[in-house]
């Protein structure tokens, strides 16, 4: 069932051509479920667009663009890539690049104090108190969800995402 839901979830993105994907195009088509399934509770956060906001070096190159202008939640997704982590705010998502781990602490801080979902590929991501991290599996991209910390956040995780999640952290 799980590999349903998850095969489910990776087609709804996908191109036309969808024999091999790359591991950018899997995390962006992850990204886009993800924000599918969470909800703020912050009516700040219900703002007309839904900003994703990439911090730190770009992993994904032209393939998150493809997300700009999709709709989620009925709203549009806008990409934004602010050069420091107070140009963040209106962010309600957040990709932390890899090469900001040593300002993880801050960052996740003040990135949750302003409800913002966090993610990353950055080792640990979830026990640093990041929400959701991408862990590789083999050749297999999955993700973790450190629960505790969306909802210190004020972020709800819907359940069949967390069904998904290769690790819970309760």
């Known amino acids: ?9 990776w087609s709804l ?24 399934f969470i909800t703020w509770s912050d009516p700040l956060a219900e703002a007309p667009e839904m900003r994703i906001c990439v911090l730190g070096q770009d992993p ?31 962010c309600q998502v957040l990709f932390i690049g890899s090469a ?6 801050a960052i996740t801080e003040y990135a949750h104090e302003r409800q913002m ?4 590929e950055i080792p640990d991501f979830v026990e640093e108190g990041g929400i959701i991290g991408y862990v590789k599996e083999g050749n297999v991209i999955r ?3 450190n629960l505790q910390a969306a909802q ?7 359940s069949r995402l967390l069904e998904l999640a290769v690790r819970v952290i309760r």
Do not use: C, W
């Open 143 to 145: 993700f973790e969800i």
């Open 152 to 158: 210190r956040a004020g972020i709800h995780v819907n």
């Open 117 to 120: 979902l966090t993610i990353s």
């Open 60 to 90: 994904f190159g032209d393939v998150l663009q493809q997300l700009n202008g999709r709709v989620s939640q009925g709203r549009p997704l806008a990409l934004a890539y602010p050069g420091s982590l107070s140009d963040s705010d209106g």
């Open 13 to 36: 993105v996908g191109t036309a051509n969808a024999s091999v994907r790359s591991e950018y195009e899997v995390k962006a088509a992850f990204l886009y479920n993800f924000t599918r």
């Open 1 to 9: 069932m799980k590999f349903l839901i998850a095969l489910l979830l």
């Open 100 to 105: 900001r781990s040593r300002d993880l602490p």
